[in-house]
């Protein structure tokens, strides 16, 4: 199944640090939202066995372009969608999103992965923008559109411009990255 390839070539990704170099960019390749959501849980699945095979001392160097990576995920639709892909075996199917999650918890990265979201200029702009909306009523998404394209972060309310609807973007992915981060390293 396509399910056993993925889990063939992250086994072969992960039998030597020394592969670190290679291995790393070509699995965040596959983090793409375009290439849909299987790939990108395989492609998480794989940077987070790397982690573990290889620990944090290999993992260190990697973990600025894991994090960029994983932000682009993270703003992307596809990145809460639920994978399909074994019928006969949906125990394993999660979200790309679920399967990054783990990285903020991880022994290899837990730490210093959360810190670098956490001081990501885009997560800082999207608390700026909520500090800002929390004490202004003007130009509020109202949230009241139904669930699907149209609501908050659909950016389909018909209320303010462009810019608010880049806003909302901003704020729903440092959301999923603030609750990623707070759900798996309570500390920070």
Same mark, same amino acid.
């Not at 199944?1 to 592969?19: D, G, I, K, Y």
């Not at 074994?86 to 783990?102: G, Q």
């Not at 009241?144 to 149209?150: K, L, P, R």
């Not at 990255?177 to 920070?188: I, K, N, R």
């Given at each position: 199944?396509?399910?056993?390839? *993925?889990? =063939?070539?992250?086994?072969?990704?992960?039998?030597?640090?020394?592969?670190?170099?290679? *291995?790393?960019?070509?699995?965040?390749?596959?983090?793409?939202?375009?290439?849909?959501?299987?790939?990108?849980?395989?492609?998480?699945?794989?940077?987070? =066995?790397?982690?573990?095979?290889?620990?944090?001392?290999?993992?260190?160097?990697?973990?600025?372009?894991?994090?960029?990576?994983?932000?682009?995920?993270? =703003?992307?639709?596809?990145?809460?969608?639920?994978?399909?892909?074994?019928?006969?075996?949906?125990?394993?199917?999660?979200?790309?999103? *679920?399967?990054?999650?783990?990285?903020?918890?991880?022994?290899?990265?837990?730490?210093?992965?959360?810190?670098?979201?956490?001081?990501?200029?885009?997560?800082?702009?999207?608390?700026?923008?909520?500090?800002?909306?929390?004490?202004?009523?003007?130009?509020?998404?109202?949230?009241?559109?139904?669930?699907?394209?149209?609501?908050?972060?659909?950016?389909?309310?018909?209320?303010?411009?462009?810019?608010?609807?880049?806003?909302?973007?901003?704020?729903?992915?440092?959301?999923?990255?603030?609750?990623?981060?707070?759900?798996?390293?309570?500390?920070?």
């Amino acid at each position: 199944t396509r399910r056993q390839l *993925a889990e =063939a070539v992250e086994r072969a990704m992960c039998a030597s640090p020394t592969f670190a170099p290679w *291995a790393v960019p070509h699995a965040l390749e596959s983090l793409n939202p375009e290439l849909g959501v299987q790939k990108m849980a395989d492609a998480a699945r794989a940077v987070r =066995a790397m982690g573990r095979a290889w620990g944090a001392d290999v993992m260190r160097e990697h973990l600025d372009v894991i994090w960029r990576a994983m932000r682009a995920a993270l =703003a992307h639709p596809n990145a809460t969608k639920n994978e399909n892909d074994d019928i006969d075996d949906t125990r394993h199917a999660t979200t790309p999103m *679920a399967v990054m999650t783990t990285m903020f918890a991880s022994e290899w990265g837990g730490e210093a992965l959360a810190r670098r979201a956490l001081e990501d200029a885009c997560v800082r702009d999207a608390e700026s923008t909520l500090m800002t909306a929390a004490t202004t009523k003007t130009n509020a998404c109202d949230a009241s559109g139904d669930a699907m394209d149209t609501g908050c972060c659909g950016g389909g309310c018909g209320k303010g411009t462009s810019d608010d609807a880049r806003g909302r973007l901003v704020i729903a992915t440092a959301g999923r990255v603030l609750g990623a981060v707070a759900a798996a390293s309570p500390a920070l």
